[in-house]
């Protein structure tokens, strides 16, 4: 038998379902999507176009708690502007290091040229928290 507690009332309210959490407290919260961050952001900062073909474009970091998910989009750095080449979103779970790799085909046939990553850490794919970036270098 499982037993629920109710309280209503006050400025206070909350409903208590006996999950055990209190709203706000599992890093889903607005508020806290400001300190999500991704801490030792790591990346080849010259790849070559085999290594591409070969093995993707791997990107490392660790996650700080509360984030779910994490935007990776891959941009191509021009004397115009940057043109966004590819996007994905990775499940996280914990704060342990973590190594994805890129596989897409845009990303297996990138073009010798400067780019840029962004990781944006998140709580879901619409809550994401500001992105960290890094450029690196495709030669052939």
Known sequence: MTSRRIRVGG???MVDDGAG???GTDGTDTRSLATLRLA???LRVRV???Q???DGLRVGFTPKA???IVRVRVYRLTVGGARRVAEAFVSVR???RRKVALRQRPIRRLAPGRYRVELAPGAGRTRLAPATSRTFRVVA
Do not use: D, K
Request: glycine letters at 14%; zero cysteines; a positive charge.
């Open 52 to 54: 591409l073909a070969r």
């Open 94 to 96: 914990g704060t342990a």
């Open 11 to 13: 400025a206070g309210s």
């Open 40 to 42: 030792r952001v790591s």
């Open 21 to 23: 959490e209190r709203p």
């Open 48 to 50: 070559t176009r085999a």
């Open 66 to 68: 509360g984030t779910r």
